[in-house]
Structures are given as structure tokens and as C-alpha cells.
């Protein structure tokens, strides 16, 4: 006899919220592309060490009626999501054992390195900066196609003055990833920059088709980069370009270095170093983000650490300007109108950390007392309750949400500025351990001098 099998039955999203951020995420990117300025899109969101999404749009070739569509395999050039690699070959370098490498001047490691310092800096500020600090975004008279090597750049570099006092502000300088990692590879590392980040970098981690190299095999996985106009982008040269801006991957390589970051993130951005992040705040979480772009291609990888959320859009054309995809540029306008979207994300991936545990009923002394419980989002939000409610805060800041840091660490997030409750914004929710029936007995808050606020089995009744 035939053995018999119960009839397979559709199961609902366990998360909902995660659901529909996902298809929104789905939908922006699909009616972003456009046949002669973004003919061909591919995208990854992952949490923790698992992909969530894949989305891939267009056709590789926009000019062959016969292309097929891209897919997480298919090649982009990455533009300056390439200095993320040369980042890592220095925390790599450091952390092997070269404990001075991070603030070390580049002119420990050249001799002939030599520029102009502004008028009227003062003289204790000249000597030791970081290797990256003040340099120019781009060499006089030279274009991102510039195609020289390190000599050339340090020949120009003697006449330029720097253009930002190192420990003051931040600067965005293509010459200084590309002469970081020249220094590091022949000077520390004693290899070539590309030799060195193919085999500790992108060997370990498996990333089999990213690398510098358009090898016939690669050319025929690559999205063909267009201009605005509809006309195909010209192949970098190498020189001084691959540290800053001419590697090559694809959406499934991506996710596997958003993968490794998780483990990365949590030493080096421990004092919330930047290289070479833009970090950003968003509904109490900082994301941290990189934009490339390049001739043909254009690319974006956003990362949560920790939610452990990160997202990658690899582009073949020009990126998309205004209202749609909110998050391929941070001076967007459009970010405040899609910014619930984010939110939902990142509210969702959290879902299983903020449930039943830390929900309930809280007192403190039995004067105030406090209703934690989950929004329809999932996250948790603390109401004030009882006769001590001050009647004078608007019924806006009595509720109060608390966004999620670490496991039983919460922050507070108030709706948008208050005078009234501004000391409140920002400060940490301690949860204690969980109980044997799996809820926390209650929560200090050491930066508002408020300690054991403990549990209550219910709500109280307040005679009048």
C-alpha cells in the first residue's frame, strides 16, 4: 500500500511585521529600476548568520534582449564599498600584534611623505597624527579614473595642504584609504595590497567572487554597468584605485562579510571608531553605513550591529535620486518619509527579545507604578499609571519606549524632544535575571538614580 501524507497546509510568517518590511523592501527596489539609468539590482538582508531576503531585478544586459536577470551570483563592481577591505587589513594587522599601527603617522612608514600644513596651526598639533587624518579627498589635477602608483601620489601630496586637523573633525579622502593600504601591504605586511586581503580576507570567508582581477570568467557573471544615458561604463585601471573604489562582488559574497562583521563589529567600534563607516542614529540603534559609487555602478551595505541586521544593494547604473530608496543616501530628504520602514525592520528582527519576560506590572515602593507591554510592532513601551501621574507632562511623554541594546539592557526612546523629560532620552533599563517562571522580577535605572523597581502580580486598584 501506498503510504499516505496529510495535505501540506500554507503556514503564516511566524513575524508578521518582518513580513511586510521585507515586502516593502521588495517593492521599493522593484519599481526602482529603469531600463536605461538602473537596468539591473540585486539585494540581501541578513540577521545574525541567516539570509531573510533576496531580491534581484532588471537584466544583467540591458543591451541584449536576450539577458537574463541578475541573481545573488551575479558580479557588480562595489565602488567604495572596497575600503571596507583595507579597514580590515588594518585591525588585522593591529590586532596580529602591531599594537601603535592605528595612530601611527604614515610618515613612520615613508620617508618622503611630506605636505603643507595650514597657517597658523599650532606647533604641538604636527607632530603624530593617524595615518588617514587630513589628507585630501582626491589628488590636484587627477580623477577617479587616476591610474597612478604610490611614488606619483606622493609627489603630488608635497604641495597640498591638509585640508582637516586630525582629531577634530571627520574627512572623506580617497587618498588615504589608497595610500593606507599601500603602506600596510609593502611596508607592514611585505605583500601587494590585493595579494594580501585574497588570501586573509576574501579566501577566508569564502568569498569566491570578489577580488580585482575581470578575468574572462567574471566578466561573463557581471551586470553591465550603464551611464545615465543608456551608454555602457568603461573597466577601471588599476594603480591607486583598488583600495579605494574598484573591487568587484556579488549580493552573496556580501552577505557573507555582513555575516563575519557580527564578531568583528564588537571589538573594533567598541569606542565607536568610524573607518570607514558613516554611523547614523535611528530609532535608538546606530547603523552604520557605506555608499559606493563609480562609473556604471553603484552600490550601498547598511549594517545594525546590534541587532545584528545588515542589508547590501548592488547597482548596475545611476543611483536613485529623491523619494524611493530612502536609505542609499543619508542627506536624503525622502529618509523621515520612509523611515518607518527601518523601524519596522529593525523592530521585527528583535521580536523574540522584547516578548512576555520583561512584560507586566512595576512599582517603585508602591508610589509610582509602571505598565510594561509590547506594541503592536512587538516592542516594548512603559506607561505611568496611579495617583502619582503628573498631569502636567503631556500624555505623549507618559508612554515610553524602550529599545532593545543587549540581552535583559534596554534604552529609553522618547517620541521627539522635551524639556521636561529630556533627562529621561537615552538612558539604560536594567532588567534582572529571569525568574523560574521566565520573568524578570524587575529593573534598576542607574542613570536616573532609580533601583529596584519591582514586579507586582497585577494591576492595583486606587480607591478615590
Not at 321 to 343: C, K, N, Y
Not at 357 to 362: C, K
Not at 447 to 454: A, P, Q, R
Request: hydrophobic share 40%.
Amino acid at each position: 500500500m501506498c503510504p499516505r501524507f496529510p495535505q501540506p497546509v500554507p503556514l503564516q510568517h511566524p513575524i508578521a511585521p518582518l513580513k511586510a518590511a521585507l515586502a516593502q523592501v521588495d517593492g521599493l527596489l522593484r519599481t526602482s529600476v529603469h531600463t536605461t539609468k538602473l537596468p539591473a539590482v540585486s539585494a540581501i538582508v541578513v540577521l545574525n548568520d541567516s539570509v531573510l531576503w533576496n531580491g534581484n531585478f532588471g537584466r544583467r544586459n540591458i543591451s541584449d534582449p536576450s539577458s537574463s536577470a541578475p541573481n545573488e551570483y551575479t558580479v557588480y563592481r562595489i565602488a567604495s564599498l572596497s575600503k571596507i577591505f583595507p579597514t580590515l587589513m588594518l585591525y588585522k594587522l593591529w590586532e596580529d600584534g602591531r599594537p601603535g599601527l592605528l595612530d601611527d603617522p604614515l610618515e613612520k612608514f615613508l620617508d618622503e611623505f611630506r605636505h603643507q600644513e595650514p597657517p597658523g596651526w599650532p606647533q604641538e598639533r604636527l607632530g603624530s597624527r593617524p595615518v588617514l587624518a587630513g589628507l585630501p579627498r582626491r589628488l590636484r589635477s587627477t580623477n577617479l579614473l587616476w591610474a597612478g602608483d604610490t611614488a606619483e601620489a606622493l609627489s603630488l601630496l608635497q604641495d597640498d595642504v591638509l585640508v582637516a586637523d586630525p582629531g577634530t573633525r571627520c574627512h572623506y579622502s580617497n587618498v588615504a584609504f589608497s595610500l593606507l593600504a599601500d603602506v600596510l601591504a609593502q611596508k607592514v605586511a611585505g605583500s601587494d595590497f590585493e595579494s594580501w586581503v585574497s588570501k586573509n580576507i576574501l579566501e577566508q570567508l569564502g568569498m569566491e567572487d570578489t577580488g580585482f582581477d575581470l578575468t574572462p570568467t567574471i566578466r561573463q557573471q557581471m551586470a553591465v554597468g550603464v551611464y545615465s544615458t543608456g551608454p555602457p561604463s568603461p573597466a577601471l585601471q588599476p594603480g591607486l584605485v583598488p583600495p579605494r573604489g574598484s573591487m568587484f562582488s556579488t549580493a552573496a559574497d556580501m552577505a557573507r562579510l555582513m555575516m563575519f562583521s557580527w564578531g568583528a563589529l564588537a571589538g573594533y567600534f567598541a569606542n565607536s571608531t568610524g573607518t570607514p563607516w558613516e554611523v547614523n542614529q535611528q530609532f535608538g540603534y546606530d547603523v552604520l553605513r557605506k555608499d559606493g559609487d563609480l562609473d556604471g555602478y553603484a552600490a550601498t551595505l547598511s549594517l545594525v550591529p546590534r541587532l545584528k541586521l545588515g542589508l547590501v544593494i548592488l547597482m548596475a547604473g545611476v543611483r536613485p535620486a529623491g523619494p524611493g530608496i530612502w536609505w542609499l543616501r543619508p542627506t536624503d530628504t525622502s529618509s523621515q518619509q520612509f523611515g518607518g520602514f527601518s523601524g519596522k525592520l529593525s523592530r521585527a528582527s528583535e521580536r523574540r527579545r522584547t516578548r512576555r519576560p520583561n512584560t507586566g506590572f512595576f512599582t517603585y515602593r508602591n508610589m509610582t507604578f509602571y505598565e510594561i507591554k509590547a506594541d503592536s510592532d512587538n516592542v516594548l513601551v512603559m506607561q505611568q499609571f496611579g495617583p502619582q501621574v503628573d498631569t502636567s507632562v503631556p500624555s505623549k511623554y507618559r508612554t515610553i519606549r524602550l529599545d532593545y541594546l543587549q540581552e535583559r539592557v534596554f534604552r529609553v526612546g522618547l517620541p521627539d524632544a522635551s524639556v521636561s523629560l529630556e533627562a529621561q532620552d537615552q538612558q539604560l533599563f536594567n532588567f534582572y535575571p529571569f525568574d523560574k517562571k521566565g520573568a524578570s522580577p524587575g529593573f534598576d535605572s542607574p542613570g536616573l538614580n532609580t533601583y529596584k523597581v519591582l514586579r507586582i502580580p497585577g494591576r492595583p486598584f486606587f480607591s478615590p
